[in-house]
Nanobody, 114 residues
Framework: QVQLLESGGGLVQPGDSLRLSCLAS????????MGWYRQAPGKEREWVAT???????AYADSVKGRFTISRDKAENTLYLQMNSLNPEDTAVYYC????????WGKGTLVTVSS
């Protein structure tokens, strides 16, 4: 099992940057993969980015070139650096861990508005 705690959300203006963090309760080096998902108001949860145990990364087309997923194994923390934010990025962002089954955090709200 693993517990995940997201932080770093908030209200920002279009064009701003924000970095989300996800603190895991166990060594993230033992996880198959970790990722970020988001759910906008009235929409389904969607995949944003993934980083595998080996360090390979993948991004949804909607965030490619603007968002960067990374991790700090020593701190058991996953990050999502988000640049050039726009209102369509407004959502609750969830951290996900794959241990053969999925574990989820409770999410952190990101609101992009002028």
């Amino acid at each position: 099992q693993v517990q995940l705690l997201e932080s770093g959300g908030g209200l920002v203006q279009p064009g701003d940057s924000l970095r989300l963090s996800c603190l895991a309760s166990r060594s993230i080096g033992s996880l198959n993969a970790m990722g970020w998902y988001r759910q906008a108001p009235g929409k389904e949860r969607e995949w944003v980015a993934t980083i595998t145990r080996g360090g390979s990364t993948a991004y949804a087309d909607s965030v490619k070139g603007r968002f960067t997923i990374s991790r700090d194994k020593a701190e058991n923390t996953l990050y999502l650096q988000m640049n050039s934010l726009n209102p369509e990025d407004t959502a609750v962002y969830y951290c996900n861990a794959d241990l053969g089954r999925s574990y989820w955090g409770k999410g952190t709200l990101v609101t992009v508005s002028s």
